[in-house]
């Protein structure tokens, strides 16, 4: 069973930065690639960034030159270092991991950015 840890959120003000990770119970060999979504209140589930196995990163319009994520291939974990936060970015912030094709979700983890 593969299980994803996540950790870090919490609220913080615009302008503020939050870092946060998600550990994966799986053999390195078989983690492809790995990603952040969230669910702003109200409304669906969207990319955040993604990371491919080598490490090519991938974001959404409304996050690049503010987040970067990055990954540990021996620690099996992926981070995403949230900078410049605003408001818009509060949500549920979930990881998603690429096991052998299988997809597997964290449980989330809570950012609140208030203004």
């Known amino acids: 069973q593969v299980q994803l840890v996540e950790s870090g959120g919490g609220l913080v003000q615009a302008g503020g930065s939050l870092t946060l990770s998600c550990a994966a119970s799986?053999?390195?060999?078989?983690?492809?690639?790995m990603a952040w979504y969230r669910q702003p209140p109200g409304k669906q589930r969207e990319l955040v960034a993604l990371i491919s196995s080598v490490s090519r990163a991938d974001y959404a319009e409304s996050v690049k030159g503010r987040f970067t994520i990055a990954r540990d291939n021996a620690k099996r974990t992926v981070i995403l270092q949230m900078n410049s936060l605003e408001p818009h970015d509060t949500g549920v912030y979930y990881c998603?991991?690429?096991?052998?094709?299988?997809?597997?979700w964290g449980q989330g983890t809570q950012v609140t950015v208030s203004s």
């Open positions: 998603q991991a690429d096991v052998l094709g299988n997809i597997y």
């Open positions: 799986i053999n390195r060999f078989s983690l492809g690639s």
